[in-house]
């Protein structure tokens, strides 16, 4: 293994951190679908697969560095979504929890002077940023319109495309 035991079973935690998030960002989806706000239910669609990837992206780097990959169980998602705005505070709070996450494994990777994982990691850094980024941005928007408007969320979002 061309990894230490530590930072591969970090790893592994992390790839079912992100099919978990995949499968809330599915949940909340399906919310918005169920609530007919298209363009909300696509965004969070879209989150689900780009979570999927980053998955995919851990599952890659693990065999490629000849760790052996040991998905951890993935919790249920939580099906209670209630409003807009409580989803984008789900969404903002997983995202700074994988932040740490991927910070956590950044400091293991120094720490080992493992440069390859560095250097794989520091692209999950950078990501991170976009993410948080985005949910914060997207919870102000929601709390500007409030619940009651969320046709004009739809509208800004069908402009940012």
């Known amino acids: 293994m061309q990894i230490s035991k530590a930072l591969a079973d970090l790893m592994n935690a992390q790839v079912g951190n992100e099919l978990g998030a995949s499968n809330q960002y599915v949940q909340i989806a399906s919310y918005f679908d169920?609530?007919?706000?298209?363009?909300?239910?696509?965004?969070?669609?879209?989150?689900?697969?780009?979570?999927?990837?980053?998955?995919?992206?851990?599952?890659?780097?693990?065999?490629?560095?000849?760790?052996?990959?040991?998905?951890?169980?993935?919790?249920?998602?939580?099906?209670?979504?209630?409003?807009?705005?409580m989803a984008f505070e789900m969404s903002l709070a997983w995202e700074q929890d994988v932040t740490g996450q991927i910070n956590a494994m950044m400091d293991l990777a120094i720490q080992e002077k493992d440069y390859a994982s560095q250097a794989f990691l520091q692209w999950f850094v950078t990501e991170q940023v976009e993410e948080v980024s985005t949910m914060e941005r997207m919870l102000e928007v929601v709390r500007k319109a409030g619940e009651k408007n969320l046709l004009m969320i739809e509208a800004y979002l069908t402009h940012s495309e």
């Open 34 to 85: 169920g609530e007919s706000l298209s363009k909300l239910a696509k965004f969070f669609y879209a989150q689900a697969e780009e979570e999927r990837e980053h998955a995919m992206k851990f599952v890659h780097y693990l065999m490629d560095v000849s760790a052996q990959l040991s998905i951890a169980s993935i919790p249920a998602t939580k099906a209670d979504i209630g409003s807009a705005e």
